[in-house]
C-alpha cells in the first residue's frame, strides 16, 4: 500500500478502512466515521486544554487503583461492524480519537489504542466541530454501546450527559458550572464542575 504524505492524495468522498489509515503520513489530525474522513480542529485552545487537563486529573485521581483505565486524545478508539465475524484492519471503518473515554474491559486494549467501545465518553466541543460531525458521533456511539457520553461546552461552561438506556441514548441532564455530575458508570464518583471550568 503506498505510503500517503499529504491529505491532498486523498480522495475526500471515498471510504476508507483502518487499514489504510495505518498508511497515512500526514500532520492533520483525522477521524473516520464509516469510512468518511473527518478533519479535526488544528491544535485545541487553551481552554479546551485546560478543562481537558481538570477532567482527566479528576478521573485519573478516581480510577487509581481500579481496573478501569481513562486515556485522552490523540488515542485511537476503532469501532467495528459488530455483525461481521472478522475484526481485521481492512474490515474497520471507523477510527475516532475522543477527547477522553474510560474503558473498564482491558481486553479491548492493545498497543494501538481501543478495539470497541468504550464504556464512558467525553467530547469538548470546538470551534470547528460541525453539526455533521455531532450527529454521526453521536449515532456513533450509540449504536457501539457506549454507556455513557458526555458534550462538553466551554463557552457555555455546561455539559450535556447521556445514558444508554435499552440501545438508545436518554438525555439525563443538562448541567451548568456551578452543579457536581454524579457518573452514571460510577456511581459513587462525582465530578465538580466548578474546578472544571475554573479559569
Known sequence: MAKITDLD?????????????LSWH???????IKGKIFKMS??????HQRIAMELTKQIG???????????????????????????????????????ICVICD???????????APDWIIEILSPGNNKNELDNKFRLYEENGVQEYW??????QTVVVFDL???????????A???????GVFPEFTIDLEKVFRD
Open 61 to 99: 485521581l478516581y480510577l487509581e487503583g481500579k481496573i478501569c483505565q481513562a486515556y485522552f486524545a490523540p488515542f485511537d478508539v476503532r469501532l467495528f461492524d459488530s455483525r461481521k465475524a472478522t475484526k481485521e484492519n481492512e474490515q474497520i471503518h471507523t477510527v475516532v480519537q475522543p477527547d
Open 106 to 116: 482491558l481486553s479491548k486494549l492493545d498497543d494501538r489504542g481501543c478495539l470497541g
Open 151 to 156: 458534550l462538553v461546552h466551554p463557552s457555555d
Open 177 to 183: 458550572s456551578d452543579d457536581a455530575i454524579t457518573v
Open 165 to 175: 438506556k435499552e440501545g438508545a441514548y436518554q438525555l439525563r441532564k443538562l448541567y
Open 42 to 47: 488544528p491544535a485545541p485552545s487553551r481552554q
Open 9 to 21: 492524495q486523498l480522495d475526500l468522498n471515498g471510504i476508507y478502512s483502518y487499514a489504510d489509515y
Open 26 to 32: 500526514f500532520q492533520e489530525r483525522v477521524e473516520l
